[in-house]
């Protein structure tokens, strides 16, 4: 095989050259970060790492989709056991299966990814889960009022309005604008808009759909109908915004409550987080703390991870002084007590 960097877009040669190398180069990350950034393209943020899309959550997902195409097995057709990297090397796949099964399919690891991204948002987060309502409300509507259009199957599917007179395109702002002074009489009085009951957004939608004058996507159409339907509910407050909770640290009994606390909690961890949590208290990066821990293969979990610990910490001293603590609002004077405790006793505890 020729030593000559392939053009961009060839991944076949390029995933190839990395299976024969047994280590990834920057052409080939470069690629998956736009073939990435393209199949996401049209997906809210909810979808997304840390529940918003950004350059860095794109090639934060380009990583995670890299790493496990060609390491993890895949179990089912047409991969029986191999890695995406290895059934396309061995079953000479060009491009098309590559970007098939990796990036656009419904199973593609892609997907998978995002799905869990999104199933972890929807679990934390208030506000991507009134987003995410709001955006299947929309997208249902849709379906009932609109035509869907005939695109490719790997293409984002896009509705356009019934009837076949012609009608000018218009921008969706010169669009919101319009139904923003017919507002009232296109929506319910009684709309809730975070959580609409079904029906209550078919005259909306198909009022634009109609003065738009072309296809949309699903996405696109949550994205210019927001500022009709009002804003989101705001996020929780930071953990700086809240009160303290009164923790005498000076107390001889809250000192002792605390250390047998933080024992207990040492004593209950695993061996995976007892490491992460050393690497921690040293200061190493994630990827450090990825080779103490190597279950944890990728950021995320190893942020996950560390939050997991920081809550169990934080809930067994709470716990132990009479108050509470939780993972959105990790009071500062607790985890202070638990950084301290554990800095005092680390050698001690690696015989608990």
Known sequence: MSARTPPPGQLAPLIARAEAAGHSDDPLRQAFVREVDTATRRLPDCWFELGRRSPDAVESLAHRVLVRCARAPLGRYPFSGRTLFRSAVEEQWGDPPVRYHAFRSKLSVTRELLRSDRAFNLARDPVSRAADARYRALSAAMRR???????????????????????????????VARL????????????????????????????????????????????????????????????????????????????????????????????????????????????????????????????????????????????????????????????????????????EVSDV
Do not use: C, K, Y
């Open 180 to 347: 923003m002074a017919h507002r009232s009489t296109l929506l319910p009085a009684d709309l809730d808009p975070n959580d609409p009951a079904p029906g209550a957004l078919d005259a909306l939608v198909l009022r634009f759909l109609e003065e738009v004058g072309q296809p949309v996507g699903a996405a696109a159409l949550a994205s210019a109908l927001g500022p009709v339907l009002g804003a989101l509910p705001g996020p929780p407050p930071r953990p700086e915004q809240l009160p303290e909770p009164s923790v005498d640290a000076g107390d001889p009994l809250t000192r002792s409550a605390v250390r047998q606390a933080v024992l207990g909690a040492w004593a209950a961890l695993g061996p995976d987080e007892r490491a992460l949590l050393r690497g921690v208290a040293e200061g190493e990066d994630a990827d450090a703390l990825m080779r103490r821990a190597p279950r944890l293969n990728n950021r995320v979990a190893v942020t996950r991870a560390i939050t997991r610990i920081n809550t169990h910490f934080l809930g067994a001293v709470a716990t132990a002084i009479g108050g509470e603590a939780s993972p959105e609002a990790a009071p500062r004077a607790l985890l202070e007590l638990v950084l301290e405790v554990l800095l005092a006793v680390l050698p």
């Open 145 to 175: 009022v609109g035509v869907p259009v005939s695109v490719p199957a790997h293409q984002t599917p896009m509705w356009q309005a019934p009837g076949d007179r012609p009608r000018l395109a218009r921008a969706p702002d010169q669009v």
